[in-house]
């Protein structure tokens, strides 16, 4: 059973650039939530997917957008890169409809920006 | 969301039981009290979760403070393998809705051999 999957593994961009990451959740999850993870600092949450709509959302500003597809993968999108989105981003999956389940992380997307 | 202090960094030997402190005052009582941990290069895991009684996994055993403003998470036998960042997080019962999880900085636990 394979858990949550995330794609590229690492990734170098430059300023300016814009960046889409992939996430597929552990089968049998419906939910996907984005975190980033600036060295040293524990993770912040971007936002939350479900039914292909953004459920909750952290304090991130527009540049950060995402999407969830009817097979519940989903997508980070990162426009206008600026030096600070340089971060470890995870992608955790989670069923709706059970309080408090826990939620199950990928090994994340080292996103380095130049 | 409830404010967490944690112990920035915590040393024990392997084969002993570590005890790791969570202090979270402002806690609400609905809130649920999860310990997550991040091994090195990896994302987090989950670990255990409580209300208000003690909990015990296969993986660890969680202490509730009876007025729940803190908690201790015990590894009961440390091996090299629990050497991770440890986070403890307060979680709003959300009845199977939306909720982004609250991680501080955690404590760094480091296990000598």
């Known amino acids: 059973d394979a858990g949550v999957t995330q794609s590229p593994t690492h990734l170098i961009k430059t300023r300016g650039q814009q960046v889409t990451l992939r996430c597929s959740p552990k089968?049998?999850?419906?939910?996907v939530s984005w975190y980033q993870q600036a060295l040293g600092q524990g993770p912040q949450f971007i936002f939350q997917y479900y039914e292909e709509e953004e459920r909750q959302r952290g304090n991130f500003p527009d540049r950060f957008s995402g999407h969830q597809f009817p097979n519940y993968s989903s997508e980070l999108n990162v426009n206008a890169l600026l030096l600070g989105d340089s971060a470890l981003y995870l992608c955790?999956?989670?069923?709706?409809?059970?309080?408090?389940?826990?939620?199950?992380f990928g090994d994340g997307t080292r996103l380095s920006i130049l | 969301d409830a404010k967490t202090t944690q112990p920035n960094s915590m040393e024990s030997n392997e084969e002993e039981p570590v005890h790791l402190p969570c202090n979270h005052s402002t806690i609400s009582g609905t809130d649920y009290i999860h310990w997550y941990r991040q091994l090195p290069s990896q994302g987090p895991e989950y670990v255990i979760h409580g209300l208000t009684s003690n909990v015990n996994n296969r993986m660890a055993s969680l202490a509730i403070a009876e007025d729940r403003k803190s908690s201790t998470l015990i590894l009961h036998r440390a091996t090299l393998r629990d050497a991770a960042v440890y986070y403890c997080?307060?979680?709003?019962?959300?009845?199977?809705?939306?909720?982004?999880?609250?991680f501080g900085k955690g404590t760094h636990l480091i296990i000598q051999p």
């Open positions: 089968s049998g999850h419906d939910t």
């Open positions: 997080i307060p979680r709003p019962y959300s009845g199977g809705g939306a909720d982004g999880l609250t």
């Open positions: 955790a999956s989670s069923a709706t409809g059970y309080s408090n389940q826990p939620q199950h």
